[in-house]
C-alpha cells in the first residue's frame, strides 16, 4: 500500500499509474476529486471486498467528510 500512497508527510505516492495521472494531478481542486484519485490508487492494492476500497479512504482524516 505504502507503493500506491504518499507516505505521511509527503506530497506524492511512488507511482501513479498513467491512467489514474490526471486525476492525481487534479486532486487538490475539491473533496470530490481528492477522494476520486485516493480512490483510484488504494484499487492498486487487492483487497478481498469491493466496498473496503471506500472504507479505505473514508479512514483518512482529511477524506472523512467528502462525497462518496
Known amino acids: 500500500m505504502g507503493d500506491a500512497s504518499a507516505p505521511a508527510g509527503d506530497a506524492s505516492p511512488l507511482a501513479v499509474p498513467p491512467y489514474l ?3 492525481w494531478s487534479v486532486r487538490d481542486r475539491s473533496a470530490e476529486l481528492h477522494r476520486a ?3 483510484g490508487l488504494a484499487r492498486q492494492v ?3 471486498r469491493p466496498e473496503l476500497y471506500d472504507a479505505l479512504v473514508s479512514s483518512m482524516p482529511h477524506l472523512r467528510n467528502s462525497a462518496r
Do not use: I, K, V
Request: proline share 22%.
Open 21 to 23: 495521472a490526471e486525476a
Open 37 to 39: 484519485a485516493y480512490t
Open 46 to 48: 487487492p483487497l478481498p
